[in-house]
């Protein structure tokens, strides 16, 4: 059962648009949300992350909304450009318990292509 | 650099053909997990290690085997290969259980088996 739900799965924007990814997930102990960027050939990297006490986390051109009632996430990339195309996969983490390691669930994936 | 490196890159095998997917990270950390990316299916984890000699099944660890004798290394283990576990496989490793949010990737393995 998937935990993590994202789409879309691919995306395609020109160079300036504004593309966003949404999250949504169903277990409500769930407090950390990180989003991973990955390049061809290259592994996964932390790209930004929030918890569930706000509402909005805005990094450079990146900026997560947060809907806590929803139980929904959402990555915005502002003035997309053509070297932001990558796989970008969300993702939620349980909490840490003594004893116990954070479990981070992935989402599906969304490959982004950003047209010059 | 601080990196978590990963052997071999590529590997083309035949069903039943014990291989092992060697992973090494270089930043201390605790914690360091396994995971395997397939098209549609996002990242699932296979095993992961809370520290030397703890090591614990993910969410699929069928066909896998791991072990963790010293902090750096974590090597995956394909005892008897078979086509389903042809994908591409990324070690990740954190500072501890606590901060798994925050992991750092290799650049991946991938594997067909034929």
């Known amino acids: 059962q998937q935990q993590v739900k994202q789409s879309p799965q691919s995306l395609i924007v020109q160079k300036g648009g504004i593309p966003i990814i949404n999250c949504a997930y169903e277990?409500?102990?769930?407090?950390?949300f990180p989003w991973y960027q990955q390049f061809p050939g290259k592994g996964p990297a932390l790209l930004i992350a929030?918890?569930?006490?706000?509402s909005e986390k805005k990094e450079g051109r990146f900026t997560i909304s947060f809907n806590k009632s929803a139980k929904q996430f959402s990555l915005h990339i502002m003035d997309s450009q053509p070297g932001d195309s990558a796989t970008y996969f969300c993702?939620?983490?349980?909490?840490?318990?003594?004893?116990?390691?954070?479990?981070?669930?992935f989402g599906s994936g969304t490959q982004l292509t950003v047209l010059p | 650099e601080a990196q978590v490196t990963q052997n071999p890159r590529y590997l083309i095998t035949v069903t039943g053909k014990k291989l092992t997917v060697t992973c090494s990270q270089n930043?201390?950390?605790?914690?360091m997990s396994w995971y395997r990316q397939d098209p549609g299916l996002g990242l699932r984890q296979i095993y992961y290690?809370?520290?030397?000699?703890?090591?614990d099944k993910g969410d699929v660890p069928e066909g896998y085997k791991v072990s963790r004798k010293e902090k750096r290394n974590f090597p995956l283990i394909l005892e008897s290969p078979s086509p389903n576990q042809t994908s591409l496989y990324f070690c990740?490793?954190?500072?501890?259980?606590?901060?798994?949010?925050?992991?750092?990737f290799g650049e991946g393995s991938r594997l067909t088996v034929l």
């Open positions: 990740a490793s954190s500072l501890s259980g606590q901060n798994t949010g925050e992991l750092f």
């Open positions: 277990n409500t102990a769930f407090d950390y």
């Open positions: 929030i918890r569930p006490d706000v």
């Open positions: 993702a939620a983490s349980s909490p840490w318990s003594s004893g116990s390691a954070r479990q981070l669930t």
């Open positions: 930043m201390n950390h605790e914690y």
């Open positions: 290690s809370m520290n030397v000699e703890v090591t």
